[in-house]
């Protein structure tokens, strides 16, 4: 896909950050847009920037831990549109807490939206990519799908999964030539509002850490702007990577990992408890 002018983009989490740009940078490219979100104030927001430009737009709210919700959607889509050519699955939500303390509500929470939220979109949405005969799927895992950290273990577990998700199903198309393909997105610190809505377990006490402070630092963490991630991620899609760092964290830390696989944990360990000690 070298342009995606009159093409139809579906995306989750559309309401703010990389989806929200996502929206924006396409429309800017004459691109149709399904958007949906839980949060029907951001969606506003979005039609409210992308509003000027030529392309169609239809808003749904949505709950991506809603299988049948998605699928409904999917076939939405395709009947206001005729077509599906890009999917981004990119609502998502974060949680710290340490394996002891976390409750299986919890767990179950950031599992019906990070992963099976991206296991419903792509099952949903594959069939109308396959009749457009040119698609792409673009799933959102992180930096933490690829190093684990403490207080992480349920986001690290949700990310983890969507990339080896998504790396399978690239090596599925692949063999197809269907002429749809995949990429997996592994941003860094992305400035976006997933710190401040992230649930926060009293069990990172444990480790002597503050629920609140731990908060405000993930926040501080948080450089590369939203329109950039969208950009580098659009620029993947028209190349075919199968894989996107975004960030100088993401690039440095994947090195880190691949040079000493099992160290980087040491470390790790390390930086936290130095941080924990001050």
Not at 235 to 263: C, H, N, S
Request: proline share 3%.
């Amino acid at each position: 896909m070298k342009n995606f002018e009159n093409k139809v983009a579906a995306i989750t989490g559309a309401g703010s950050g990389i989806g929200q740009q996502l929206a924006i940078q396409l429309a800017k490219q004459g691109t149709h847009l399904a958007l949906s979100d839980l949060n029907e104030q951001g969606l506003a927001e979005t039609l409210n920037h992308v509003k000027d430009y030529p392309v169609s737009v239809t808003l749904t709210k949505l709950n991506v831990s809603d299988r049948k919700a998605v699928e409904d959607w999917a076939k939405q889509c395709e009947q206001d549109f005729g077509q599906v050519n890009l999917v981004f699955n990119n609502a998502g939500v974060a949680l710290a807490s340490t394996v002891e303390g976390l409750s299986y509500e919890d767990a179950e929470w950031i599992f019906n939206i990070n992963f099976w939220g991206v296991v419903y979109g792509t099952k949903a949405f594959l069939p109308y990519l396959k009749q457009s005969g040119s698609g792409h799927i673009v799933n959102i895992s992180s930096l933490f799908g690829l190093t684990a950290q403490p207080t992480q273990s349920a986001y690290n577990a949700t990310k983890f999964a969507v990339r080896g998700f998504t790396e399978a199903l690239r090596q599925e198309l692949d063999l197809e030539n269907c002429g749809v393909s995949a990429t997996c997105v592994h941003p860094g610190g992305i400035r976006t509002n997933i710190a401040n809505s992230a649930r926060m377990s009293d069990s990172i006490r444990a480790l002597g850490m503050n629920p609140e402070r731990a908060s405000r630092s993930f926040n501080k963490m948080l450089k590369t702007p939203p329109d950039v991630a969208a950009q580098a991620i659009l620029k993947a899609v028209k190349k075919d990577e199968r894989r996107v760092l975004i960030g100088t964290d993401a690039k440095i830390i994947d090195l880190v990992q691949r040079i000493t696989p099992t160290g980087y944990t040491q470390a790790m360990s390390f930086l936290t408890g130095k941080k924990r000690r001050k």
